[in-house]
T-cell receptor
Framework: DAMVIQNPRYQVTQFGKPVTLSCSQT?????MYWYQQKSSQAPKLLFH???????NEADTPDNFQSRRPNTSFCFLDIRSPGLGDAAMYLCATSRDLAGVHKSGEQYFGPGTRLTVT | AQTVTQSQPEMSVQEAETVTLSCTYD???????LFWYKQPPSRQMILVIR??????QNATENRFSVNFQKAAKSFSLKISDSQLGDAAMYFC??????????????FGKGTKLSVKP
């Protein structure tokens, strides 16, 4: 089945220790997104890739970086995790960005729950 | 900037009955898309239903239907014959048909739906 896969599902890291979260997709979608979702809140977009073009949200901290080495994979790197970075991180994909008669609906992975100790 | 408001933080419904979740949004655009996403506890977010603003007909997907009132900027979700598996957080989301970062998903804060047996 075509899907969005995130590994690991649970990640524990130490304060200040770099961590990488992984996302892969078999949908062959052009766009991949990373969201941060804190408890009982809506997801917050961090950045997205349209093919190889990287688009950072204005309020995404510099501590968060992303890489997309190919169509299928996208990584979220947190260079120096703080306690406030503990959250669920959601990866999503869409075939295209939204446009006229293109809804750009997004398909989400199961998420990685990050704990910072 | 567009905003999405879900005024009901929590809702409850008896199994087999009908429940309506409210969503209002604010935009000056005429071309956009609206979505309802479902996020069960500890499970991934899935798309429930999508509505294109240029379509007057309300979208339906099996037991799920929407009441889209474009002039009133209202987009409510009706769940008929509620099942225990419908218990989840429901997010209303808006996406502009414009390109670039204007096309990002804008989520409401969510409504937590409980289903009583």
């Amino acid at each position: 089945d075509a899907m969005v896969i995130q590994n690991p599902r649970y990640q524990v890291t130490q304060f200040g220790k770099p961590v990488t979260l992984s996302c892969s997709q078999t949908l062959n979608h052009n766009v991949m997104y990373w969201y941060q979702q804190k408890s009982s809140q809506a997801p917050k977009l961090l950045f997205h890739y349209y093919d190889k073009d990287f688009n950072n949200e204005a309020d995404t901290p510099d501590n968060f970086q992303s890489r997309r080495p190919n169509t299928s994979f996208c990584f979220l790197d947190i260079r120096s995790p703080g306690l406030g970075d503990a959250a669920m991180y959601l990866c999503a994909t869409s075939r295209d960005l939204a446009g006229v008669h293109k809804s750009g609906e997004q398909y989400f992975g199961p998420g990685t729950r990050l704990t910072v100790t | 900037a567009q905003t999405v408001t879900q005024s009901q933080p929590e809702m409850s419904v008896q199994e087999a009955e009908t429940v309506t979740l409210s969503c209002t949004y604010d935009t000056s655009e005429s071309d956009y898309y609206l979505f309802w996403y479902k996020q069960p506890p500890s499970r991934q977010m899935i798309l429930v239903i999508r509505q294109e603003a240029y379509k007057q007909q309300n979208a339906t997907e099996n037991r799920f239907s929407v009441n889209f009132q474009k002039a009133a900027k209202s987009f409510s979700l009706k769940i008929s014959d509620s099942q225990l598996g419908d218990a989840a957080m429901y997010f209303c989301a808006y996406r502009s048909a414009a390109g670039g970062s204007q096309g990002n998903l804008i989520f409401g804060k969510g409504t937590k739906l409980s289903v009583k047996p």
